[in-house]
């Protein structure tokens, strides 16, 4: 999915015939470019506008070694209470925009940042991912109405680093 300008509309589409199917591309506030993240509170100031969408939107913020952001995208727009988010095509997407490091945010439409068990579990997994390949994930922050979670807040992106330590040891791996 492409940004446009600021000016633009959001996209419509409509088929005619016996209903109206419609989609809209949500406008959200562009981050300030370049933003430099130094805490999770810098996040949410950026990307608070997302708790007012109907639907969950994940989003992939890159940043190079001093943490300033070198681009975001929108990596997957979900349904009202979930949003697909793939290892594989995030470290894809961070290697594309020579990046060193990522920081996911999404949206919960319910207004309740805590995050779920897969939202959890998925964290675990590419922060794992990420870290075979030399891509650090500062954070995962989930936008809520008026509040956030921070995964680097609450100690969990560190326990995820430790656990991936251990697993890449494990397999003789020492990065």
């Known amino acids: 999915m492409e940004r446009g300008d600021a000016g633009d509309q959001p996209a419509r589409i409509q088929r005619k015939g016996e209903g109206i199917m419609k989609l809209e591309v949500f406008e ?47 990596h997957t727009i979900g349904t009202i209470d979930s949003s697909a988010l793939y290892p594989r095509d995030v470290i894809r997407s961070a290697i594309v925009h020579n ?17 779920s068990e897969c939202d959890r579990n998925i964290t675990g997994i590419l922060v794992t991912a990420c870290q075979v390949v030399g891509i ?32 890449l040891r494990q397999g003789g791996i020492n990065l």
Not at 32 to 48: E, N, R
Not at 51 to 57: G, I
Not at 154 to 167: P, T
Request: negative net charge.
């Open 99 to 115: 990046s060193t490091a990522i920081i996911i945010c999404h949206n919960h439409p319910s207004g309740d940042p805590e995050p």
């Open 28 to 74: 959200v506030v562009e981050p300030k470019f370049p933003a430099a993240f130094h805490q999770s509170k810098d996040v949410y100031d950026q990307m608070q506008t997302l708790s007012k969408s109907d639907r969950e939107m994940l989003f992939i913020i890159f940043l190079n070694t001093k943490n300033r952001m070198l681009d975001y995208v929108v």
């Open 136 to 167: 650090r994930v500062l954070d995962h922050v989930i936008i809520g109405s008026g509040n956030y979670f921070s995964f680097a807040d609450a100690g969990l992106i560190e326990d995820y680093k430790c656990n991936a330590d251990s697993i």
